[in-house]
C-alpha cells in the first residue's frame, strides 16, 4: 500500500472493477490486484486468486458488488465505527426514511443440472463446515444447501460442478463477505 501511495499502480495493473482493499486506519482503498503484485512480484493472475491469497494474509478484501448500491457503503460503515460520539450526533439528525434507488445488475443462466449435481454429491452436508444443512426445505422437505461458485461467473468462472460447492448459509456467507 505504501508503495502505491509512493509510486502509483504499477505498469500492468489496472484499478480493480469489483474488489478492493481498505486501509485498516486511513480507510484508504486499494487495488487488490496491484497489492498483490507487489507483494509478490508477480503479474500472472486471476482476481479470485488474488483475492484468497489477501484474505489468508488477515487483509479485508472487499467486492463492490454485494454492497447496497456500490458507492462504498461497507466503507462508511467501517468509518462510522471508528467515532461513536459523532456517529451518535449524526443518528440525532438523520431521517428514518431509507432512500429508494434503482440498481441495474447483470444475471447469469446458470445450469440447473450442475445445481442438482452439486446438491446431490453433498449429500446435505456442508462443503465448507462439514456440518449437517441448517433446515430443511419447506417445499419438499430436502437439506437446504446453497450452491456457491468458487470462482465467480462474473469473474469468468465457469458453471460447472468443479467450480461449485454448496454451502450452509454461514458458510456461503463467509466465502463472500470473509
Wanted: aromatic share 10%; with cysteine; glycine share 6%.
Amino acid at each position: 500500500m505504501k508503495q502505491i501511495d509512493l509510486h502509483g499502480i504499477p505498469d500492468g495493473f489496472d484499478k480493480s472493477r469489483w474488489y478492493y482493499l481498505v486501509h485498516p486506519i486511513t480507510q484508504k482503498t486499494y487495488p487488490p490486484k496491484a497489492v498483490w503484485g507487489i507483494a509478490t512480484g508477480r503479474k500472472d493472475f486471476n482476481a479470485q486468486s488474488a483475492k484468497r491469497w489477501l484474505e489468508a494474509k488477515s487483509f479485508f478484501v472487499h467486492d463492490i458488488r454485494l454492497e447496497q448500491d456500490g458507492t462504498g457503503f461497507q466503507t462508511q460503515v467501517a468509518t462510522a465505527l471508528q467515532d461513536h460520539e459523532k456517529r451518535r450526533a449524526r443518528l440525532k439528525t438523520a431521517s428514518p426514511q431509507a432512500e429508494a434507488f434503482q440498481k441495474i445488475t447483470t444475471g447469469y443462466k446458470r445450469n440447473p443440472d450442475v445445481v442438482a449435481e452439486r446438491l446431490y454429491l453433498a449429500k446435505g452436508i456442508c462443503e465448507g463446515c462439514q456440518t449437517p444443512a441448517p433446515f430443511k426445505r419447506k417445499k419438499n422437505g430436502t437439506p437446504y444447501l446453497e450452491v456457491h461458485h468458487v470462482i465467480f461467473l462474473t469473474d469468468s468462472g465457469e458453471d460447472t460442478v468443479e467450480n461449485t460447492r454448496a454451502l450452509c448459509p454461514n458458510c456461503h456467507r463467509q466465502a463472500h463477505h470473509g
